[in-house]
């Protein structure tokens, strides 16, 4: 399974349940992944998409606690376990955990790629990522060069578990 996300200096994502900076080319690198593909993501990151719907073209599963939470276009689990039974319905290698928080750290451990946007700048926020440049189970196989939107810097980087069992 995969993990995507945007992470400042601090590995922050959010603040107040939003992004900390919105990137076009940090979207389009979103979207080129994980179109076509399954996004897991949580019910409070759901409701931060337009109308609260699921993104479309892609097959989406929203972990809740809620029992009857329902979303046209999605597939509801309740449980970390009804998800991995989901998502085993698919080859690993299509299946990207998009947050939030909460996900990222449940889902962390089932994942062997995950896709780091890192900002050069330090936000104040209120939701981190996992620092995967201090687990030692996590190591960068690829990077981008460093790319800027306007005074953002910011580079695209490709972290393996190392002894991944689905790495590709």
């Known amino acids: 399974m ?83 039974e989901e998502v085993s319905k698919y080859p690993s290698g299509d299946v990207y955990c998009i947050g939030g928080e909460s996900v990222y750290r449940q889902l962390l451990p089932h994942c062997d790629v995950a896709h780091i946007t890192k900002i050069d700048h330090s936000y104040e926020a209120d939701a981190y990522f996992p620092d995967l440049d201090k687990d030692s189970e996590w190591r960068v196989t690829a990077d981008s060069d460093e790319l800027t939107y306007f005074d953002i810097a910011y580079t695209f980087l490709r972290y393996e578990r190392v002894n991944g069992r689905n790495v590709y």
Not at 28 to 51: A, D, I, N, S
Not at 58 to 65: D, E, M, P, V
């Open 2 to 84: 995969n993990i995507i996300a945007a992470v400042d200096r601090n590995w922050a994502i959010g603040r107040k349940g939003k992004l900390l900076v919105s990137i076009p080319g940090d979207q389009k690198r979103f979207r080129e992944e994980t179109m076509g593909k399954v996004v897991v993501l949580g019910r409070k990151t759901l409701q931060t998409f337009p109308q609260g719907m699921p993104l479309q073209g892609r097959t989406n599963i929203i972990l809740s606690k809620d029992r009857g939470y329902r979303v046209k276009g999605g597939l509801v689990v309740h449980s970390i376990e009804a998800l991995m």
